[in-house]
Structure formats: C-alpha cells, structure tokens
C-alpha cells in the first residue's frame, strides 16, 4: 500500500503564488509516475500535472501550463505543485495521485491523498 498526503494549500489573492507538497510513504518503490487532479465545486475532478519517474517528462492541462510547474525529489518521495500567477477558477481542492497513471493520457493511477484545500480570491 502506498500512503498519499498533501500539503500547502491555503486563501491568496489573484496572481499570488502557492507550492503544494505531497509526501508519499509506504511502498514507494512502486509509486513511478506522480500526478496532481483536482476538483472544483459541483464539478468533475480533473487533471492538472503529471510527472514521470526520473521528473524528465512532465504534463500539464492547458488551462494550468504556463503558469504551474510540477517536480519532485525521489530521496524525500515528495511530488511539489508550484503554482504562480493563480486565477479564481484555480480554486478547488487540490489532490496528489500515483500508482500506475498514464499523465500524457489525463489518467490517474491508483493511489489517491485526501486533498489540499486552495482557494483564489479576486
């Protein structure tokens, strides 16, 4: 089993900046290729970023690039969202993903956080 726990989330202003942290735990040998999703009031859950084992290969939602970079540390098994120039409609809770998902194709793997609450206010 691998465990999933975000972090960072929090109120800030349009065109402030937050970084999200998920720390994962367990058997996370087999975590691979990470992800954050995240979902919207009324809304469906959707893809944000995603990143590949090395971190040599990352994705991004067209609606996210530009402004969000995802990366990670493999010696602390931590997944990082920094997220700049942040709009309302990047408001949602915010969630980290592994275990066997296929970024380049929006598709999440098995392994899910409980989420990280961001709110942008305009």
């Known amino acids: 089993q691998v465990q999933l726990v975000e972090s960072g989330g929090g109120l800030v202003q349009a065109g402030g900046s937050l970084r999200l942290s998920c720390a994962a735990s367990g058997r996370t040998g087999s975590t691979y290729a990470m992800g954050w999703f995240r979902q919207a009031p009324g809304k469906e859950r959707e893809f944000v970023a995603g990143i590949s084992w090395s971190g040599g290969s990352t994705y991004y939602a067209d609606s996210v690039k530009g402004r969000f970079t995802i990366s990670r540390d493999n010696a602390k098994n931590t997944m990082y969202l920094q997220m700049n120039s942040l709009k309302p409609e990047d408001t949602a809770v915010y969630y980290c993903?592994?275990?066997?998902?296929?970024?380049?194709?929006?598709?999440?793997?098995?392994?899910w956080g409980q989420g990280t609450q961001v709110t942008v206010s305009s």
């Open positions: 993903n592994a275990g066997g998902g296929t970024y380049y194709r929006s598709t999440p793997g098995t392994y």
